[in-house]
């Protein structure tokens, strides 16, 4: 891991003209072995390298872009929250962040790590909770734990304690820390998933709707954690949410997202500035449907569950 003074000298996260594509034609395979290919000077490699609208579907499909010249950055220790309705780009960001995707055009950078050319780098800075985290289910809460911390170095003993530690925090049954993942309802594995991340106090924690089938008071004590992992270790959160009273809560500043693109982005309070009173004070909701003239309600899925998630 990066020493903590050389990484806080810089931006924590730069995200630089982002786009990320769905549903593009691939090159066949024999095209790729041609000499002008080879060469860069093929017509395909002009088509792959040009705008939008110069690429060709996949047959059957229709190219969708969910993360669209998506631009900003993210200073050390700052909340950063990126609102907006499922469809919106939120997840299929995270997933560029946390080096799952690669960009189709644009630079991601963790404290100056490209997330492509330096991605084994960049992996031992983050951690992510994602709204469908990923399990070995036939094996216990425990083992999944205690699997993943040693990824991260920790020893097995350390990892335990911080574990039932958190998860008791967390509400969860003691006896369901042995219990197979695959008898855990969604909330309980949601618990799980966000010890994990919690577990390695990672210098960049991205929380992809993290609260996601919690009860009240385990959203809570994820904020508490939140800002702990901040005030304490130093760490920088980007969190994506359709939760505007959350954001509203924890964020230093949030980006609200429509169709793939940054409509607004300030803090919470300057944000709500824009907006008339109309009567009541504005909420970010009220901001979210002046910028983009929609309700904030959950749209279709976005864009990233046309991938499969990695384990």
């Not at 060709?56 to 669209?68: C, L, P, Q, S």
């Not at 010890?195 to 008071?217: Q, S």
């Not at 005030?231 to 609200?256: F, G, K, P, Q, S």
């Not at 002046?290 to 279709?300: D, M, Q, R």
Request: aromatic share 4%; charged share 25%.
């Amino acid at each position: 891991m990066m020493e903590a003074s050389s990484t806080h000298q810089q931006p924590a996260l730069i995200v630089n003209d982002v786009v990320k594509r769905f549903n593009v034609a691939s090159i066949p395979w024999w095209k790729r072995l041609r000499p002008d290919h080879q060469n860069g000077h093929s017509s395909d490699d002009q088509a792959a390298n040009g705008s939008g609208s110069s690429l060709k579907a996949k047959r059957g499909k229709e190219i969708i872009t969910a993360v669209d010249h998506v631009s900003f950055t993210v200073q050390p220790r700052e909340i950063f929250g990126v609102l907006g309705p499922n469809g919106s780009g939120k997840s299929t960001l995270i997933r560029l962040l946390s080096t799952l995707l690669i960009p189709d055009e644009g630079t991601v950078t963790v404290f100056g790590l490209d997330v492509v050319k330096h991605e084994m780098q960049v992996k031992r800075l983050i951690n992510r909770v994602s709204v469908e985290a990923s399990f070995f289910k036939k094996l216990s809460a425990q083992e999944n734990l205690l699997y993943g911390a040693r990824l991260y170095g920790l020893s097995g003993k350390v990892a335990d304690q911080k574990a039932r530690d958190i998860l008791k925090r967390l509400g969860l049954r003691e006896n369901s820390y042995t219990e197979p993942m695959e008898e855990m309802s969604r909330g309980m594995q949601q618990k799980v998933a966000i010890t994990r991340a919690f577990l390695t106090e990672p210098t960049v924690l991205l929380l992809d709707e993290p609260n996601t089938g919690l009860d009240p008071r385990s959203k809570m004590e994820v904020q508490t954690f939140v800002r702990e992992l901040r005030d304490v270790h130093n760490a920088t959160i980007l969190i994506t949410t359709h939760d505007m009273y959350e954001a509203d809560t924890i964020c230093d500043r949030v980006a609200i997202m429509h169709d793939g693109k940054i409509v607004a982005m300030d803090t919470p309070a300057a944000l709500k500035q824009q907006v008339k009173r109309n009567g009541h004070e504005p909420t970010l909701e009220d901001v979210f449907m002046t910028l983009t003239g929609e309700a904030l309600i959950e749209k279709e899925a976005d864009a990233a569950d046309l991938e499969p998630e990695k384990v």
